[in-house]
Structure formats: structure tokens, C-alpha cells
């Protein structure tokens, strides 16, 4: 029987509901208090005496123990890793569960994996790649997501959905189809037109991308069919300072709470490493002048050229 699990890929969003569902079960069987939680990554220092004791300690209230390793190919010192390996062989289903989760890519050439590879062969530890789906994996994904939540969505609106669903990350799809639930038990096609915005011509994601790495030349070439443009439509151009205000209001949170901040963890991945090439001023000039910017083109006070210019070049600035 398997006592430990490492978990891995791009499906950040079905790795954390799967976590989560381990959390709950146990929590309803065992005790809250017997769930320990590590961070190899930010926890370096502390995570050899942290998994020793995590190792030896005995809930009052439940027998068996649950750790949660979050980024274990992060650990970086052997010795480390050799007090993981032998934790994960002298587990016991009357003791322990490991979960590894690993949030960053796997460089399956590391001694460490091999290790759990080697472990996985004698069923003391399952390894299970998470990819984020595609194609008709995503059309199964989303009519799967309906089915448990006992709402119907015809062949129109899934098609539709799944249109506008291309490129954006899970959580963010997960998102889209929860709205949907909000405002009825049958989803269509016209009510996918009404709630779920068309994928900006601009590429919008692209654009934001850009700007948090202060990468001017790659944030104009995004958002080059916009500037370009005749006369685009105010639905496709809107889009494209929400989501600059969205960037900016992000950062913000990042750059005051750090880890604390309660942002989709695919968003905080992302993003955590682009925080420091901006100041708390600039991130706060940024917002408040993204909003009179959207505001001037709402109004017909500002052309909405200058305006796309304006917002790429102060991030630039």
C-alpha cells in the first residue's frame, strides 16, 4: 500500500483540489491537528529538524500523521534528502501519509528523483504527472466540472466556452465555468455570450505578462492589433485595462503580504519573481493612473491609441 504520494505537472488547479480533498478526509477522520505542512523552498533552513520531528511526533488526538512536503526538489543538501528517503520508507499506513507536491518543473535528472523512483517501484510511493488538459481533454474537464455540480451545458455553449477558454490557465477556466453555475442550472450559448467575455484581440494575457517583466518591446508587439486597429470594439478594448489594473492591483498585494496574500497560487507562482523589479510607488501610480486612463476612453474624452500607448510605456518607465 502506498503511504506516500508526489504529485507534479502544470495542473496547478487539480493538484491543490486533490491536496485539499486529502486535507478534508483526514481532518473528518483523524484530527486537523496532525496535519504538519513543510516548504522546502521556503523553509531551507529549518526542514531537516522540521520533517525529525514531523517524523516523531504523535498526535494527542489522532494516531496517524499527514505531511504535506511543498517543493521537495528545492531541497538542495543531502543529508536532507536522506532524512525525506528514510522517512518515506519507515512509513506506515498506521503512521504516516507523505504527500510531495511539487509546484515547480522536476529536473528528473537529480539524485532525488531517482531515489522516489526507485521507491515508487516497491509501492511505497506513487508518483502522478498532472497536466493541465487540452482539447477534448478540456471539453470532458469542463462538461465533468457541470455534471458534479448538476448543471447542464448544451453541445453550443460548450463549444463556446471552450473557445474562449484557449491559452488561459485552469483556475482561470475553473473560474469562468463556477460564474456560470451563479446564474443558472442550463447553461447555453447565449448565456456564455452574456457572462464570459470574448479572448481579447490584443491578447490580453500576453500584454500583462509583458508589463510585469517590464518587457516593452514584447508588450507593444501584444498589443500591436489593438494600436493598430481602426475601430475596434469597446468590449475588446476594455478588457485590456482591467486586466492591466488587475496586474497592478496584484503586485500590490504581493509586494505588502508576500506569501499571505490570498491570490490564485498559479497567479503567485507566476508572479512572485517579478515583484521586486518594481517599487510600492510605481505599482500605486500604475493603478490609479490605468483607472483615469480607462475611465478618459470610457467617456470619449481620450483616443484609445494613446491610452494603450500610455499604459505600456509607464510600465516601461
Known amino acids: 500500500m502506498n503511504t506516500a504520494f508526489l504529485f507534479y505537472g502544470d495542473d496547478d488547479y487539480t493538484i491543490t483540489k486533490t491536496v485539499q480533498k486529502w486535507c478534508d478526509l483526514f481532518i473528518a477522520k483523524h484530527s486537523e491537528v496532525a496535519i504538519n505542512r513543510l516548504d522546502a523552498e521556503n523553509d531551507a533552513e529549518r526542514l531537516e529538524p522540521e520533517l525529525a520531528t514531523a517524523a516523531n511526533t504523535q498526535s494527542l488526538f489522532a494516531t496517524?500523521?499527514?505531511?504535506?512536503?511543498?517543493?521537495?526538489?528545492?531541497i538542495s543538501e543531502e543529508p536532507v534528502e536522506q532524512k525525506l528517503i528514510s522517512l518515506?520508507?519507515?512509513?506506515?499506513?498506521?503512521?504516516?501519509?507523505i504527500i510531495l507536491w511539487q509546484r515547480q518543473p522536476i529536473d528528473k535528472r537529480r539524485r532525488l528523483y531517482k531515489q522516489l523512483l526507485a521507491l515508487s517501484s516497491t509501492k511505497k510511493l506513487e508518483i502522478k504527472e498532472f497536466r493541465e488538459p487540452k482539447g477534448d481533454d478540456l471539453e470532458r474537464w469542463i462538461r465533468h466540472f457541470y455534471q458534479q455540480?448538476?448543471?447542464?451545458?448544451?453541445?453550443?455553449?460548450?463549444?463556446?466556452?471552450?473557445?474562449?477558454s484557449l491559452g488561459l490557465p485552469l483556475w482561470t477556466i475553473a473560474q469562468r465555468c463556477e460564474l456560470l453555475t451563479t446564474v443558472t442550472d442550463a447553461v447555453t450559448a447565449e448565456t456564455v455570450k452574456e457572462y464570459i467575455p470574448p479572448l481579447n484581440i490584443a491578447d490580453t494575457f500576453g500584454i500583462t505578462d509583458a508589463l510585469a517583466a517590464r518587457n516593452l518591446?514584447?508588450?507593444?508587439?501584444r498589443g500591436a492589433p489593438l494600436l493598430?486597429?481602426?475601430?475596434p470594439k469597446?468590449?475588446?478594448?476594455?478588457?485590456?485595462?482591467?486586466?492591466?489594473?488587475?496586474?497592478y492591483r496584484t503586485l500590490l498585494l504581493l509586494k505588502e503580504q508576500g506569501a499571505e496574500a490570498e491570490i490564485n497560487p498559479y497567479v503567485q507562482r507566476k508572479l512572485q519573481s517579478l515583484v521586486g523589479r518594481w517599487t510600492l510607488t510605481e505599482l500605486k501610480q500604475g493603478l490609479i493612473r490605468t483607472a483615469e486612463l480607462d475611465w478618459a476612453v470610457k467617456t470619449g474624452k481620450s483616443e484609445y491609441q494613446w491610452a494603450i500607448e500610455e499604459l505600456i510605456f509607464r510600465a516601461e518607465s
Open 217 to 221: 518591446t514584447g508588450a507593444l508587439k
Open 64 to 74: 496517524l500523521n499527514l505531511i504535506i512536503l511543498t517543493n521537495p526538489f528545492s
Open 228 to 231: 493598430l486597429a481602426r475601430n
Open 149 to 164: 455540480r448538476q448543471v447542464s451545458i448544451d453541445d453550443d455553449a460548450l463549444n463556446l466556452l471552450r473557445q474562449r
Open 88 to 97: 518515506i520508507e519507515t512509513a506506515s499506513a498506521d503512521t504516516h501519509v
Open 234 to 247: 469597446l468590449d475588446e478594448l476594455i478588457p485590456s485595462f482591467g486586466a492591466v489594473a488587475w496586474l
